[in-house]
Nanobody, 115 residues
Framework: QVQLVESGGGLVQPGGSLRLSCAASGSLFSYHAMGWYRQASGKQRELVATFTSGGSTNYADSVKGRFTISRDNANNTVYLQMNSLNTEDTAVYYC?????????WGKGTLVTVSS
């Protein structure tokens, strides 16, 4: 059974940084794609950053240059390093894994950017 467990969310001041982690069940090489999405209150879920098994990465324009997605294959973990956070980054962040064509989601971790 595919399980994705996020951690690392919290309260941070504008301009600060956070690193989110997503612990995946099984090898990351089993996933066609993995990544991060977010959903702010009253808004639709949106893509933040993803990578495919082929090695390509994709970032939302709003986070380019500030966020970095990475992976630790040995520990089956995907990270999202978030720098220069602003209030518009406040959202629940979800880990996504495309496992044999099916999208699986974690339960999310809340990131609040506020002074």
């Amino acid at each position: 059974q595919v399980q994705l467990v996020e951690s690392g969310g919290g309260l941070v001041q504008p301009g600060g940084s956070l690193r989110l982690s997503c612990a995946a069940s099984g090898s990351l090489f089993s996933y066609h794609a993995m990544g991060w999405y977010r959903q702010a209150s009253g808004k639709q879920r949106e893509l933040v950053a993803t990578f495919t098994s082929g090695g390509s990465t994709n970032y939302a324009d709003s986070v380019k240059g500030r966020f970095t997605i990475s992976r630790d294959n040995a520990n089956n973990t995907v990270y999202l390093q978030m720098n220069s956070l602003n209030t518009e980054d406040t959202a629940v962040y979800y880990c996504m894994g495309n496992y044999y064509g099916i999208h699986y989601w974690g339960k999310g971790t809340l990131v609040t950017v506020s002074s």
